[in-house]
């Protein structure tokens, strides 16, 4: 299965991580280190993304850039969470204190904890819940302003995917692709075209030195949003990759560097890692569930909690031996599936989003939950069944629609982000202390060439929560 775009969500760099809490700083620095237009990044909050990290690559330390590049790279991810959510707030996209109260229900399941033993262990570390609170509305806020771009500005036709899957059929090469970004700005200068070819170059000569290897160049000095998973691109077949690059990769070897190349968002170096003939791809093997629920809408003149007072009551009198499907038929708000019983059918864990997902994975099968929220309203849901089952031919459709339009994504991402940044009004006031370099001073890059840019800020695109009129 190819890659999502960015590894989706792979790391939360920017954002703190329950799994791996931020340790305790011995003193720390609550002072303005950015001003982002009319908001304000604090030493604090660069301290604690700049460990987060540091704990994601605790096994392998030495992939990391020094310390002064990687404290830049993750002040302009910061940054540009900032400008995001500034972003999304202008366009009305709004993340509602229900919205993090099932966020972070979702994530302490998935540890096996409970919210409160989540606090308690993020106070443990020296970090305050309501931090953590803040930290996840805006990762929710700026998933959403993803997902806007995406569906307004991104359409994949049936005539592509088809084309894809008559490649898989024929059995056509997979290629697993990694790449170094030099950004260049929208209709660059001969200037900066000869600073980024300069720069380009004088990477491309410690990779073919052997002094640097592919990875920990891309890291280091990569533009792109995946630089801190070494560029990886993950496997993509000759229709997902840009005509300009198609027939040169055809003809590589693995472990080949090719570049630099122009492209839509800057000069490229690309590595072929491996190839693979599509059909010996492994199997696309997924759980899938057999759920049905009872849904009690919250919103219009339902209040949350009559909503959960309703649900209590439902949940009580299945407790008592009322039956799942005429229950649902009397009493459920999702027209979809009341007739049904409240039967979804069979689903995998993020049909309906996280939260929904969540709790049926966390069932057993023949076992009803107790009520909870999601942005819909309150749910009841009975896991019916589970199997492993592969893909069906409607749901690889989709799957290969969905990573064709990532392809796709990628690049107008990329240059809305580097719009959005050029546009802004930003004071990066690091110092000797907080950046490990004299004061102005950039980091070395390679051959003379200007100082690395920090890597553009993505989040992964996470699956939208549960509606009511998708019966989540």
């Known amino acids: 299965m190819n890659k999502p775009f960015a590894c989706l969500l792979a790391l939360t760099l920017v954002l703190a991580s329950i799994a791996m809490p931020v340790r305790a700083q011995v003193q720390p620095l609550d002072r303005i280190v950015a001003v982002v237009d009319d908001d304000v990044i604090l030493q604090s909050e660069l301290d604690r993304a700049v460990q987060n990290v540091r704990d994601q690559y605790a096994s392998r330390p030495d992939q990391l850039p020094p310390a002064d590049i990687l404290r830049r790279q993750v002040l302009e991810r910061l940054i540009l969470v900032r400008l995001e959510v500034a972003r999304a707030a202008e366009t009305g996209i709004r993340v509602s204190d229900q919205d993090v109260d099932a966020a972070v229900a979702n994530i302490a399941r998935q540890n096996r904890i409970t919210p409160e033993q989540m606090r308690a262990q993020l106070a443990q570390h020296g970090q305050s819940f309501s931090a953590y609170r803040n930290s996840l509305r805006d990762e929710l806020t700026v998933q959403r302003l993803h997902r806007a771009f995406a569906q307004s500005r991104i359409s994949v036709t049936d005539a592509e995917v088809d084309a894809a899957l008559a490649a898989q059929a024929n059995g056509a090469a997979q290629y697993h692709l990694a790449h170094i970004l030099v950004a260049l700005p929208e209709n ?9 070819r300069t720069k380009i170059d004088g990477i491309k000569q410690l990779i073919d030195k052997g002094e640097m290897d592919f990875s920990a160049a891309a890291v280091r000095y990569s533009d792109s949003s995946n630089a801190l998973e070494g560029g990886d691109l993950g496997w993509r077949s000759l229709d997902e990759i840009p005509g300009a690059f198609a027939e040169v990769i055809r003809s590589m070897q693995p472990g080949q560097v090719i570049g630099p190349t122009r492209g839509a968002s800057g000069l490229q170096l690309l ?5 693979r003939d599509a059909s010996s791809a492994p199997p696309q093997m997924v759980t899938q569930y057999h759920v049905r629920h009872i849904l009690v809408r919250t919103g219009g003149t ?4 009559e909503a959960k007072a309703k649900a209590d009551t439902l949940a009580a009198r299945l407790a008592g031996g009322a039956d799942f499907a005429e229950l649902a038929r ?10 049904k019983g409240g039967d979804l059918g069979w689903i995998m864990q993020d049909t309906y989003g996280a939260e929904f997902g969540g709790h049926v994975a966390a069932l057993q099968d023949g076992q009803v939950s107790s009520p909870f929220q999601s942005p819909a309203g309150w749910h009841i849901v009975e896991r019916m069944g589970s199997r492993q089952a592969d893909v069906s031919d409607e749901n690889r459709r989709a799957q290969i629609r969905e ?6 994504l990628e690049d107008e991402w990329n240059r809305y982000q580097r719009v959005m940044r050029n546009e802004a009004f930003v004071d990066i006031r690091l110092d000797a202390d907080a950046a490990g370099a ?6 070395a890059a390679p051959s003379g060439s200007q100082a690395p840019a920090a890597p553009a800020a993505t989040q992964e695109t996470a699956p939208p929560p549960p509606s009511a009129d998708s019966g989540g």
């Open 188 to 196: 660059p200068t001969p200037e900066q075209i000869a600073t980024a």
């Open 271 to 275: 590595k072929l890692v491996e190839v």
């Open 302 to 305: 339902v209040s949350v909690a």
């Open 330 to 339: 009397e009493a459920s708000d999702d027209a979809k599936s009341a007739g």
């Open 403 to 408: 990573t064709i339009g990532q392809r796709k």
């Open 438 to 443: 004299s004061p102005g001073d950039t980091p």
